[in-house]
């Protein structure tokens, strides 16, 4: 019997020392684990935020989640890498892992613009943005950095588009546009006041004299270029022209009809080219354009039909405003035309309602212009007229668009 005894004591003895082994054997080789829901490294904006996931812990079989402390830098309102840390300490054995998070900015600036996107003005009143701001996330106030593109003709009735577009630092971008409607009676009369335009210019010879005569008289004037060729001669001549007052618009780098016409593309390449060219040799910004053949020209239809309704959208929309004439000196009707018809055209076509704005030309073939502008120039003065040279935001006059 004690025999018996002595063996069923020896087998729980063995069992006891298995057991005891087992756990030393189980508490040496084991650790705590630390499992964390969702990914080791994420991302979130800052319009989401950032949420912990979760985790959970673990020692053999015992649930120590609640054991867990997290150590975390994440700050969701400014871009930038962060790192929540994960520990845990269980009968004196530890564990910690981590997760890294990306804070990004994916939210543009929001665009405010000042009284509505929709605003009318008056004819021939002056026009003057009502404003806007910007506010960023994480730029904070970038009203400053908001580009505008688009002018409003205010003497020309009619619908204009102003766009508005901001960018922040991480190349978010916000776009509005307002629509300012131009119409109702005029604010402002018109004085007895005569724009001289010039076209086709600079030329070799032509456009000295009318400078020297312009200078003689004090009159300010404004010549639409076309191409130079960037010959020293000619900026010269153009440099002369701005320090003496007076306004350098742009005819277009090319005359050509059937080059410029092809499509609104070849026609605003036209136009750029001429406009970096004028800003890099004079250091001058241009504003204005003329369309070769005038808004009104049909000959574009040859070359595609409806262009011109497209661009006198496009250069507005561009930031450019453009101007015919209601004043015809008829020098572009023949070269050699006589000083007395130039004379008498200019004298019948000026009006004391109106602003007179005067189609003359400056190339080398119109000498007998040249010849005309001191008598032009003396019968509007002994008229009563003033000169002016065109202004941003100043009058304009548009024909009657053909295609």
């Not at 450019?320 to 004298?347: H, K, L, M, P």
Request: net charge negative.
């Amino acid at each position: 019997m004690i025999k018996r005894l002595l063996k069923i004591f020896l087998i729980i003895l063995i069992i006891v020392i298995l057991i005891a082994l087992a756990l030393g054997a189980a508490y040496y080789f084991t650790e705590p684990e630390i499992t964390l829901n969702g990914e080791e490294s994420m991302e979130v904006t800052m319009a989401e935020g950032y949420q912990e996931p979760g985790y959970e812990a673990k020692y053999w079989f015992i649930d120590i989640t609640d054991r867990v402390e997290v150590d975390s830098d994440v700050n969701d309102k400014k871009v930038g890498e962060y790192s929540v840390n994960y520990s845990v300490s269980f009968l004196e054995k530890t564990a910690s892992t981590a997760r890294t998070v990306s804070v990004v900015d994916r939210e543009p600036p929001v665009l405010t613009l000042n009284e509505g996107e929709t605003i009318n003005v008056l004819t021939n009143s002056k026009f003057e943005d009502p404003g806007y701001s910007a506010e960023d996330d994480s730029d904070g106030d970038v009203t400053e950095t908001v580009i505008t593109k688009g002018i409003v003709d205010t003497y020309n009735p009619g619908t204009y588009t102003i766009s508005y577009s901001v960018s922040d630092s991480y190349g978010n971008e916000a776009q509005k546009t307002r629509t300012v409607i131009v119409d109702g009676e005029p604010e402002v009369k018109p004085d007895k006041v005569i724009y001289l335009t010039f076209d086709d210019g600079p030329s070799d010879n032509v456009t000295p004299e009318v400078l020297e005569t312009l200078k003689k008289y004090k009159v300010p004037a404004t010549f639409f270029i076309i191409g130079y060729s960037q010959s020293e001669e000619h900026i010269a001549l153009l440099r002369s022209a701005i320090a003496q007052g007076h306004t350098i618009g742009i005819h277009g780098y090319s005359h050509d009809y059937e080059e410029i016409y092809q499509s609104v593309p070849d026609f605003m390449e036209n136009i750029k080219t001429l406009d970096e060219m004028i800003r890099t040799d004079l250091n001058y910004e241009p504003f204005v354009i003329r369309f070769p053949g005038g808004s009104s020209n049909t000959v574009s239809e040859s070359y595609c039909d409806g262009i011109m309704t497209d661009l006198v959208q496009k250069v507005q929309e561009e930031g450019y405003y453009y101007t015919d004439w209601n004043v015809d000196s008829t020098d572009a009707s023949g070269n050699g035309i006589s000083t007395d018809r130039i004379i008498s055209s200019i004298e019948n076509g000026c009006k004391e309602d109106q602003y007179n704005i005067v189609l003359m030309h400056d190339s080398d073939a119109k000498q007998t212009t040249a010849e005309a502008l001191s008598e032009v120039i003396e019968w509007a003065q002994e008229e009563g007229y003033t000169f002016k040279a065109m202004e941003k935001g100043g009058p304009t006059v548009h024909h009657r668009v053909n295609n």
